[in-house]
Each structure stands twice: as structure tokens, then as C-alpha cells.
């Protein structure tokens, strides 16, 4: 498959949408970001990497950073997990009060920012350095040592977290955080911080991508059936209230943040990650989903 010359073609066709929404602003950090950028990369599972535009260009993972704290996750607790998060899609906001209040402090899956916050709770409880075991997981997923967290960022966010601080003010009194309520807020505004690239992203999820290989990354390990059931939720629950749209659109598991960003696999062929700034309604970037629906079009490869 010729990738370098699709990723063109789409490149090309995807220009009607480049002043389609508007970057998030909620995280002040966030709006000082040139929105007119858009870079794509693919790395097949052979080795192989194409990739377009600012695809070298670091940005906020944002909410992907959620499939990396699943993964962790999921290797360090296993399925006693499944009791504080359940793995329903939510279709409702990232941010959402409501359904939390109504299901008693109960995420509906982990790829909501609810979700995400029990499981940096759990990961709080089993680590003694979390910051540095998150940070030396996604490092060692994409091979690449200098990825940071943005502490400025971090700290906009914190500046400014009044629906999450809600959310985790609900979650306690629900009994389903056990750690103090800042120091949990401030480890999931970190792990939101990260900064990498398209080049970066793809590669950290190509493993998602081929789990027929094992799942080895220091102390986390995950069974290429775990693997297969995150790429289950990531096809379920990565796109807020706009999962079965893309699922509609795209076909493949992947998850957006409001950085602008998406990742996602095509399982045993590639893992591809798309950022372009500019976001819809919804919180998803405009340009990033039409690429992606481009590819799985132009390719004729979708998981359907
Ligand atoms: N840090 C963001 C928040 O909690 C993440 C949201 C997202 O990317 O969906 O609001």
C-alpha cells in the first residue's frame, strides 16, 4: 500500500476544512497554540513510518494520554479494575456531571475524564513514584526519552479545573477515590500535559496495534487479550459523545484529546496519529477525523 501517496492526497483534499473550529481555549495553555497546523504519521506493523505536514511538531496529548493509564492500569490490577469503572460508552461530554451523579460515582468507562480519574487514584495506591513510572511507560511505548510533561500546562489546567475538581469531589464522595483530591488532580492534569508528536504517538500505540506480539514495557505487561479488550473500549469509548460517529466515519479504535489529537490502530497493519488543533462541537479535531476518514476510505481498510 502506497501510504506516502494517500497521506498526500488527503493532505490535499482535507484544505476545505483548515478554518473549521476552533482550538480549546478552556485550558488557557491551550489557546496560545497555532490552530492552522495539521501533521499525520503511520507506522506499520513491519517497520515501516509515512509521514506528512507537522508530524515532528510536539503537542498536548491531552485525553490519549487515558489509553496509557488503562494500560498501566490494567497490568498492575488486572480485572479487580472492572468494580470502580465500568466500560460502557458514556454519550456524554468528556466532562460530564450528570451521569456520575445519577450511577452513584460510577465512570462509565475509563476514556471519560471521570474514568481517568479513579485510575489515576489506583495508580497512585500501587506506585511509589507514579509521575516517573507513568512518564517512563510512554517513553519506553514510543521509544523516545526526552517526552516530558508540561508543567505549564499542568498548571493552566489546574488554574482553571472547576468541572474536573466537581467530578472528583463527587467521585470521593462516593468512596471511589481513596487519595487526597489534589494530589489526583494534579498527577491526571500531568499525564493530560505530555507532550509528543504524531511520529512520537503513533509509534506508543503501535503495540496496541500488534498484539500478537507480547506487551512488555518494564513492569507493565499486558496479555494480547488485554491489549485486544483496550482496543475494544478505544473502539467503544475514545470519542466522548462522538464515538459512533467515528466509528461510523472511521472504523477504527483509536482516541482523541482536546489537544487536537487522535490516535489509532488498524489492528496487525498500523497505528497512525493525526493532530491539527482546530476542534468540533464535540471536542475532536475537524481535520484530524476527516484525514482519518479519508485513509480507511482511500485505503479501502477499515476493521469492518
Ligand atoms: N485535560 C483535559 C480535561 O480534563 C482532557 C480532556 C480531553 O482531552 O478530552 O478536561
Given amino acids: 500500500m502506497n501510504y506516502q501517496q494517500i497521506l498526500e492526497n488527503i493532505y490535499q483534499e482535507i484544505q476545505p476544512y483548515a478554518q473549521v473550529g476552533k482550538q480549546a481555549d478552556y485550558i488557557p495553555a491551550l489557546a496560545k497554540v497555532n490552530p492552522d497546523q495539521f501533521g499525520i504519521c503511520i507506522n506499520t ?3 515501516e513510518t509515512f509521514m506528512l505536514g507537522d508530524a515532528t511538531t510536539s ?10 493509564l488503562l494500560a498501566m492500569c490494567l497490568s ?8 470502580r469503572v465500568g466500560k460502557e460508552p458514556s454519550g456524554t461530554a468528556f466532562n460530564s456531571l450528570i451521569q456520575l451523579e445519577v450511577e452513584k460515582g460510577t465512570p462509565r468507562n475509563p476514556f471519560i475524564n471521570a474514568g481517568a480519574i479513579v485510575l489515576t487514584d489506583i495508580l497512585l495506591k500501587h506506585s511509589k513514584h507514579p509521575k ?16 516530558s510533561y508540561d508543567e505549564e500546562v499542568a498548571q493552566s489546567e489546574r488554574e482553571k479545573s472547576y468541572l474536573n475538581a466537581a467530578i472528583a469531589n463527587l467521585l470521593k464522595y462516593h468512596h471511589n477515590i481513596e487519595n487526597d483530591i489534589e494530589e489526583v488532580l494534579y498527577f491526571y492534569f500531568l499525564q493530560c500535559s505530555i507532550g ?15 498484539h ?17 479488550r483496550i482496543n475494544a473500549i478505544m473502539q467503544t469509548c475514545g470519542f466522548y459523545d462522538e464515538a459512533g460517529e467515528f466509528s461510523y466515519l472511521v472504523g477504527l479504535p483509536g482516541k482523541s484529546g482536546v489537544g487536537g489529537g487522535i490516535a489509532a490502530i488498524h489492528p496487525l497493519r498500523y497505528s497512525v496519529a493525526v493532530w491539527s488543533p482546530r476542534l468540533n462541537q464535540k ?5 484530524g477525523i476527516k484525514a482519518l476518514e479519508l485513509l480507511t476510505t482511500e485505503t479501502q481498510e477499515s476493521i469492518f
Fill in 45 to 47: 506493523v513491519q517497520g
Fill in 283 to 287: 471536542g475532536n479535531s475537524v481535520m
Fill in 59 to 68: 503537542f498536548s496529548i491531552q485525553s490519549i494520554s487515558k489509553v496509557f
Fill in 132 to 147: 516517573e513510572d507513568f512518564l517512563r511507560f510512554v517513553r519506553r511505548l514510543s521509544g523516545n526519552n526526552s517526552i
Fill in 196 to 210: 509528543m508528536d504524531c511520529y512520537d504517538l503513533s509509534k506508543a500505540f503501535l503495540p496496541f496495534a500488534n
Fill in 212 to 228: 500478537r506480539r507480547p506487551f512488555e514495557y518494564g513492569e507493565i505487561s499486558l496479555t494480547s487479550s488485554q491489549v485486544k
Fill in 76 to 83: 498492575i490490577e488486572g480485572d479487580g479494575l472492572w468494580r
